[in-house]
């Protein structure tokens, strides 16, 4: 009775391993922004994503604080005007890369940055420099919203829960047939 109880787990657990595996893998994609005046790269920061998105979709990226900034770059002062902004002119190129493969870029002449608070030197692109740079870029609409979560497979949770209630049954299979006899019996 004992092999019988055992032999019904390991298939389930078999199965189980062999759905999580052949999931496609979804990583995250950590992103470089380089943008350049005059050649010379005066910020660069960092996105990261599910792996998945387009250029258009990554370029719609530049529209929100950067998760990391490169130290190493210039520091940029703000205009007189506004302290969270800055308007940078020159040849201006705006760089998105992965590794070492251009996912897509910008030639200008002029820039306006953004940042959301004064002690940072986290900048990034307003809504309306993002679509001038897109265009200039060649980029259309993003393929879907712009969103750097990674999507959770519905089968995967699936599977990670038929695992659960099979080392759940199994814990109590386990207890049963191993629990201590009565110390006393009348």
Known sequence: MRLRRQCYCIPACVLGIVVLSIQ????????????????????????????RADAATVWRYL??????????????????????????????????????????????ST????????????WFLPEAEVERAARVAGL???????????????SSVLAISILVLVGLLGTIVFIRRHRPKAMFSE
Do not use: N
Request: charge should be negative; glycine fraction near 6%.
């Open 111 to 122: 820039l306006m940055l953004h940042r959301a608070a004064e002690q940072t030197d986290a």
């Open 140 to 154: 259309g609409p993003p393929s879907a919203p712009p969103s750097r979560t990674m999507p959770v497979r519905l």
């Open 24 to 51: 496609s893998v979804s990583a995250a994609r950590l992103l470089d922004v380089y943008i350049e005046r005059d050649g010379q790269v005066i910020v660069h920061t960092f996105y990261d994503d599910g792996g």
């Open 63 to 108: 529209a929100d604080p950067p998760i990391m900034v490169d130290d190493k770059t210039t520091r940029l002062e703000a205009d007189a005007g506004s302290s969270l902004d800055v308007a940078i002119e020159g040849d201006i190129l705006i760089r998105i890369q992965h590794v070492d493969r251009v996912i897509a870029q910008a030639k200008l």
